[in-house]
Each structure stands twice: as structure tokens, then as C-alpha cells.
């Protein structure tokens, strides 16, 4: 009972063996009910975590784990015989199910023993911890615990906390040890002791026996025999305390008869009271139930113009069973369906391997001269060579632009000491129109901002050098110039594709400043290299995605050199343009791009970006719709709308926090008003798949880029920080875990650490400007 918890479970294991072999099925595979008498949390009917031992058990190792998986794996270690765990129940529920089975009004179990406990029938409506709010389920109190919050601190004796402190586990199972067969025989020794010691019972003398073994003869069962009210029950004080050595007087065996009855008797009214708000529950609950006859009369009065008719069910079990039969038939071959579907979004490891291979294929034909023009994944070089290293100082602009809103900062560094870096920025927003216009309005836009800004911060005509977080593809040939190659997150501003985006800044803005364009993937790099000198990749997955890490010089064929190392932005949103992606892309990926300002383009992307995934799942869930599997087939209008499923949704509904009538809400916003709660299921798991695929895709791509640069570095093991921003991955409940597991798995070799940036495509691309201004400075003198 207080060993280790293999060793309990192992003579569990040795027991049923014996009682299998006693029987001759040893051969057979029996259904097993597995009645587990302690407070454990159920998931399902054949899962229970034990939360904590009672009743004087202590077995190491088990408390937090699942009893079924600790007895099936002793089972599975023995070998000679098998068994199925159908159902995992509390003793207190077997009691309940065992009278029921007699008499179907039994709705309570009440186990009063070693231990005590109680459960009864609830309904579903009440469980805020279950999914769903019809039916009723069976709820195990536990009520063993009722104190250990204080709840009875009132009503406990010096006694109670005596006994208490001496168990095995202070502090818990406080109403247990004032009520079962476990304590009430301490109760009474305690008592007696006490009485004794004030010389009110045995003329004030008791034996060292008396003080050490009265709870194991004066069990519960000695204290019903102590409390009878005759000379039977006098005779067995008289037995017991010359048992343990005394020599009792007829008033010393009264004394201990009353004390046995007062204890048992405060037992007995403790139960009862609990039980009465058992009790109460389920006449509350039931209370709903009596109206019936009267609802019939009162509709009739209310609408007597309507022909209602109230239909008693005839011939009910065995029409009734083969309804529930046809039913689950048809449920199952929706399920069925449902998981066909969702099983083309769902990727092996065999297939993201594959497409770490494609990648890694895909990033040596971007550095390579010759196929550059012909490959998906650009491998654009940043002209970035250097990470700070603490001399930089003063200050500088920064504008981030990257979405329909952008900042303008301003960023002041102190030399010396890192971190000494303060920041001041607005946030501006850029019309649909503007976007979507011509590029002289959109820089121009730009333009009026930044004077805006220096305006707003005092300082206006001072002229700063700047940094330009510019956050699409550009091919660069120097650190201050930036060819637009293509627009992507929705901009389609004319004339500026093809363009240097520098010189269109300066034009607008007329001036003349030092003006570094510089990738938000490469801030985030950079901003994180300024607390962890390790980190040598930068990773953003927020409304796009792309990567960037530091390439050897000698492999970026396009740049002339080839000592050290220069940052290259991988531009890898594009990867698939050319089919890499093609085996793996569904129906509703075909969809989604097909419909995007950018057909044909930006394909990883559009398979992991946030900008996407929630159009992913709208058009899950239409399917689903259109072929009967959700919603009773009916859609809702503003379902239909495209980008109505934000993916800010997808992080709220995989929110472990997050209960199903919540996730019901979210529908209701979407005109699903009449959603069901297995709707509701069905809707989250579609969310956790496709946010599962986007997560695995990322972490494929990831593996690809830190393998390459262990290769790179000819090493067993690398060990790398990975700078990271983007609100889906920060704000997303489970994307950071399965990519982190995702990249292990695909890239054993390294090790890799995940930084977040913190405001960090601002303050990196400022940060790019102050050292490309330290090394022109050093290099002027």
C-alpha cells in the first residue's frame, strides 16, 4: 500500500492472474470494470488520473498518472493472460449502479466504511466541465474532501486537528476523518486519553498499551458494538478496555459507551446533512420534471387556436433500438466521412520529410547563380554582415510596414551596456484604396506619416538616418536599396513593382537621409541577436511568413566575396510556386488560392500564414455543410462571406480555457444560431487540424534551414537561437509546441532555442542602420 506504484500494480496484476487461472479462462479476453475507490479525474470511461491517494495508500509514482495505463502495462509485462478495461469507476458509482440495477429510481451511492463518498445523477446542463448540455452523467463529489478549504473549520474539534496532523496526509480529507470507519476509533482513544489524563476516567491511570492500540481493536465496527444501550454493549467496553490493559469500573465502561455513541452519532448527523444537499440537488433537478401536465394544460389555455398534440412513445425499446441502430449507422458513416476529408489535411512524417528535402533542394538552387531566376525560395542576400556589438549609438527612425497598419519609431541607443535602447513610435493606418492605388499615393502616404510623427515628437526638420522595415520580397544589392519583386499581403499598389523602394521613399519624403531597407524577418533576427549572441535565424508567422539566417559568403554565388557570413532572406512564403507543394495540397487550398489577389503565388504561405487559415477552415466548414456532416446542412449567409473566419478564431476556439458553449458563441457570430454542441466539436477539430498542418509545414521548413547550417559548419550537434515573431505564433494556443516538436523530430541533430521578439522589426531594423552607420564612420576615418 506504501511502496512503489509498479509494485501495487503489479500484485493487482499477479491477483487477477491467479483469479483467472482458479476459474480456467486464462485464455479468454474478458471485458474488465475496474472499480478504483479514489479521487481521480475522468476524461472518457476508461481513463482516470489518480489526484490523490486516500485512505492510508501511498504508492510513489501514481498519483498524476492514468490507473488503467499503469494496470494494463503490468498486464502487458506478465504476459500470460489479456483483458480489455472497458470501465475505469469510483466504488461509490458501482454501489449506485449495483442497487439501480433493483430499483431504478436509485439515483445516490452513499459508501460509508473505511472511507466515505457519495455520487448521484446530475444533469449535463450543470457540468460546466463536460462538453455538451443534454442528458445527465453521474458525478462522483468526493465529498471525503468537503473542508479542506476551510469550509468546516468551524465545526472541527482540537480532536479532529489532532487526528488530523498525526495521518498520513494532513490537511486533506478532512470530512472523512470526522465521519468513516478509518477515524472513529482514534476519535474515541484520543477522547479517552484526554478523560484519562484529567483523571475523569480509570482513576486518572492508563497503560502505555492503552495510548498506542486502542485503533485497531476499537475499529468501527467495536465502536456500533459500544454504542448498544444494554448490558451487551457495557459488557463489550468491559472486553475492549481490559483488552488494553485497563481495569475499568462499571462508570469507566459508561463513560466509553457514551463517548462511542456521541462520536458515532456526530458521524451519523454529518453524513446525514450532506446527504440532504445531495439530495437537494437532484429535487431541484427533478423539479423541472413534475411540470408536464400542467404544460399540456397551460399551452392549450395560451393557444387554443393551435391543434398541439403531446405524443406518448408505444413499442419504445424495440421500435426505439432500431432507430438508435439506423441512427448510429448513419452517424458513423458521416463520421467516416467527416475523417476521409480531414485525413487529406493531416501529414505523416514521411511527408514532412519531404518537404524539408524539397526545401533544402529548393534553398541551394536559390543561392546558386545559374537556377536563381528558375526557383520558388529566392534566397534574397540583405547585404547585413554584422550583429551589433555594443558600440552603437545614437538616433535613428525606423518604419515598419507590413499590413494594412504601420509604425514609425523612433529609436535612441546608448553606447556600451546592451539593452540601453529606448523607443517611441505611432501607429498609422493605410486605407484599403491606398493600398491598392498607385505607388506615388501609397509613398506618399508613407511621407505625410513620417512628418507627422516628427511633428508629434518635437522634432521636426531634424534629419535622421532611417531604417525601412519592408516586409515583401526585394532583391538587394546594397543595404540602402530594395527592387520590389512582387507585392504580397494583399498590397497591389501600381507602379512600384520592379522599383527601388528606397529611392520612392526619398522622392516622397524629399530627402536625402541614409535610409537601410531591411526584411521584418531580418529585424526580428537582429533585434533578438542584441540579447542572445546565438541567435543566427529569424522566423516571422503572423499575417505572412518567411524566414532568414546567416549564410557562409562562399555559398551565396550571387554576391562577390566569400569570407564570413551575410544574412539571407529566404523569402520562403513563395515555396511551392513551382508544385513543390502540389502533393500535398488539398481541395481547399486550390480554393483559397484561387480566390486570393495572388493566384499561384506565395503557396507555403498560404498553407501556414494567418492570413489564410482561417479561409481554410470557412471552406472546411462549407464543405462539410454542403454534404450534410455539420450544421443539419443548412448553411448561414454570413458563412458564405469570404474572410469571414478570422483566424483570430482559431487561437480562441483551440483555447484549452475555452468551453463548448463559448465555442458555440463564436458560431452564433457567424449567423450559426441553431449549432449544436457536437457542431461545436466538429468545428474545433477542424480548427486543431488545420492550425496541426500549418504548425508541422513551418517546422518542416525550419528543419530544413537549421540543418543547413550544422552542414554548413561540418558539425555533429547544433546548438542555435531562432528569433521569432508574429501574432499566430504568440497568440496561438498549440502552433509554438507542435512546430518546436515538429522541428525536433525532422532535425535531431540540433538544438535549437526560441527567442520572441519583442517589438521586433522596429527596433532591429534601427539596429541595422546603427551598425551599417558605425562601420561607414570607421571606415571614413
Same mark, same amino acid.
Given at each position: ?110 459508501? /460509508? ?8 445523477? &446530475?444533469?449535463?446542463?450543470?457540468? &460546466? ?5 443534454? %442528458?445527465?452523467?453521474? /458525478? ?25 496532523? %498525526? ?5 486533506? =480529507? ?63 467496553? &468491559? ?20 463517548? #462511542? ?165 505611432? !501607429? ?73 523602394? /528606397? ?44 524566414? #532568414? ?7 551565396? &554565388? ?5 569570407? %564570413? ?29 484561387? #480566390? ?99 504548425? =508541422? ?11 543547413? !547550417? ?27 509546441? !507542435? ?43
Amino acid at each position: 500500500m506504501r511502496g512503489s506504484g509498479s509494485e501495487f500494480f503489479d500484485h493487482i496484476a499477479e491477483c487477477l492472474a491467479n483469479f483467472l487461472d482458479k476459474l480456467g479462462i486464462k485464455d479468454k479476453k474478458l471485458p474488465l470494470g475496474f472499480t478504483f475507490s479514489f479521487p481521480c479525474l475522468q476524461t472518457k470511461l476508461d481513463e482516470s488520473v489518480l489526484v490523490s491517494w486516500t485512505k492510508g495508500f501511498k504508492s510513489s509514482g501514481v498519483e498524476g498518472k492514468d490507473v488503467v495505463s499503469l494496470l494494463r502495462k503490468s498486464i502487458k509485462k506478465r504476459g500470460d493472460f489479456d483483458i480489455d478495461i472497458v470501465a475505469v469507476i469510483n466504488d461509490t458509482v458501482g454501489a449506485m449502479m449495483t442497487c439501480g440495477y433493483d430499483d431504478q429510481h436509485c439515483e445516490i451511492g452513499l459508501i /460509508v466504511g473505511t472511507g466515505t463518498n457519495a455520487c448521484y445523477m &446530475e444533469q449535463m446542463r450543470n457540468l &460546466e466541465l463536460q462538453d455538451g448540455d443534454e %442528458g445527465r452523467m453521474c /458525478v462522483n463529489t468526493e465529498w471525503g474532501a468537503f473542508g479542506d478549504d476551510g469550509a468546516l473549520e468551524d465545526l472541527r474539534t482540537d480532536i479532529d486537528r489532532e487526528i488530523d496532523a %498525526g495521518s498520513l496526509n494532513p490537511g486533506k =480529507q478532512l470530512f472523512e476523518k470526522m465521519i468513516s470507519g478509518m477515524y472513529m476509533g482514534e476519535l474515541v482513544r484520543l477522547i479517552l486519553v484526554k478523560m484519562a489524563k484529567e483523571k475523569l476516567l480509570f482513576q486518572g491511570k492508563a497503560t502505555g498499551y492503552f495510548f498506542s492500540l486502542f485503533p485497531s481493536l476499537c475499529a468501527s465496527y467495536t465502536c456500533s458494538a459500544l454504542c448498544c444501550r444494554n448490558e451487551e454493549g457495557l459488557a463489550a467496553a &468491559e472486553n475492549v478496555l481490559q483488552g488494553l490493559g485497563l481495569d475499568p469500573a462499571v462508570e469507566d465502561c459508561i463513560a466509553t459507551q457514551r463517548v #462511542c455513541q456521541i462520536v458515532s452519532t456526530r458521524a451519523a448527523h454529518l453524513c446525514a446533512a450532506t446527504l440532504a444537499a445531495v439530495l437537494r440537488q437532484v429535487r431541484d433537478n427533478k423539479a423541472a420534471e413534475k411540470f408536464s401536465r400542467r404544460l399540456h394544460k397551460m399551452v392549450r389555455r395560451l393557444v387554443p387556436d393551435c391543434d398541439v398534440r403531446f405524443l406518448l412513445s408505444q413499442d419504445g425499446s424495440a421500435k426505439g433500438a432500431a432507430m438508435v441502430t439506423a441512427v448510429a449507422y448513419r452517424l458513423a458513416a458521416q463520421h467516416a466521412e467527416r475523417q476521409r476529408i480531414l485525413d487529406t489535411l493531416r501529414l505523416s512524417r514521411e511527408q514532412l520529410l519531404e518537404v524539408k528535402k524539397r526545401m533544402s533542394d529548393e534553398m541551394l538552387r536559390g543561392l546558386s547563380k545559374q537556377s536563381h531566376e528558375q526557383t520558388s525560395v529566392k534566397m534574397l542576400p540583405t547585404y547585413v554582415r554584422s550583429t551589433p556589438d555594443g558600440t552603437e549609438h545614437g538616433d535613428f527612425l525606423a518604419l515598419d510596414l507590413g499590413g494594412s497598419s504601420f509604425r514609425v519609431l523612433l529609436v535612441r541607443i546608448r553606447p556600451g551596456k546592451k539593452h540601453n535602447v529606448d523607443m517611441h513610435h505611432k !501607429i498609422y493606418s493605410i486605407p484599403q484604396e491606398t493600398m491598392q492605388g498607385t505607388g506615388e499615393e501609397l509613398f506618399n502616404h508613407i511621407a505625410h506619416c513620417i512628418a507627422d510623427f516628427l511633428e508629434y515628437m518635437g522634432i521636426s526638420g531634424v534629419s535622421l538616418p532611417l531604417g525601412f522595415t519592408f516586409s515583401f520580397p526585394c532583391y538587394q544589392s546594397k543595404l540602402d536599396e530594395g527592387i520590389l519583386l512582387k507585392w504580397t499581403k494583399g498590397f497591389k499598389a501600381s507602379g512600384c513593382e520592379g522599383q527601388d523602394v /528606397v529611392a520612392l521613399l526619398k522622392e516622397a519624403a524629399y530627402v536625402s537621409l541614409f535610409v537601410a531597407v531591411v526584411n521584418d524577418t531580418v529585424g526580428t533576427m537582429m533585434t533578438c541577436g542584441y540579447e542572445d549572441p546565438k541567435c543566427e535565424v529569424g522566423l516571422i508567422v503572423g499575417t505572412g511568413t518567411n524566414a #532568414c539566417y546567416m549564410e557562409e559568403m562562399q555559398n551565396i &554565388e550571387r554576391v562577390e566575396g566569400d569570407g %564570413g557570413r551575410m544574412c539571407v532572406n529566404m523569402e520562403w512564403g513563395a515555396f511551392g510556386e513551382n508544385g513543390e507543394l502540389d502533393d500535398f495540397c488539398t481541395q481547399f487550398d486550390h480554393i483559397v488560392d484561387d #480566390c486570393s489577389t495572388t493566384p499561384g503565388k506565395q503557396r507555403y504561405e498560404k498553407m501556414i500564414s494567418g492570413m489564410y487559415l482561417g479561409e481554410i477552415v470557412r471552406n472546411v466548414l462549407l464543405d462539410f455543410t454542403d454534404k450534410g456532416l455539420l450544421f443539419r446542412g443548412k448553411l448561414s449567409e454570413r458563412l458564405k462571406t469570404r474572410g469571414i473566419f478570422e483566424t483570430k478564431f482559431l487561437s480562441q476556439i483551440e483555447s484549452d480555457r475555452l468551453a463548448m458553449r463559448q465555442v458555440r458563441s463564436i458560431l452564433q457570430h457567424l449567423g450559426l444560431t441553431n449549432s449544436t454542441c457536437d457542431d461545436s466539436v466538429l468545428v474545433k477539430e477542424v480548427c486543431s487540424v488545420v492550425a496541426r498542418r500549418a504548425a =508541422q509545414l513551418c517546422g518542416a521548413g525550419l528543419a530544413a534551414v537549421v540543418d543547413k !547550417i550544422r552542414l554548413n559548419r561540418n558539425l555533429d550537434h547544433l546548438s542555435i537561437t531562432v528569433g521569432v515573431d508574429g501574432t499566430l505564433y504568440k497568440t496561438h494556443p498549440h502552433f509554438s509546441s !507542435i512546430m518546436q516538436e515538429t522541428l525536433k523530430d525532422l532535425a535531431p541533430q540540433c538544438e535549437v532555442t526560441f527567442h520572441k521578439s519583442e517589438d521586433g522589426s522596429g527596433k532591429g531594423a534601427a539596429l541595422i542602420t546603427a551598425v551599417a552607420c558605425r562601420i561607414q564612420d570607421g571606415e571614413q576615418h
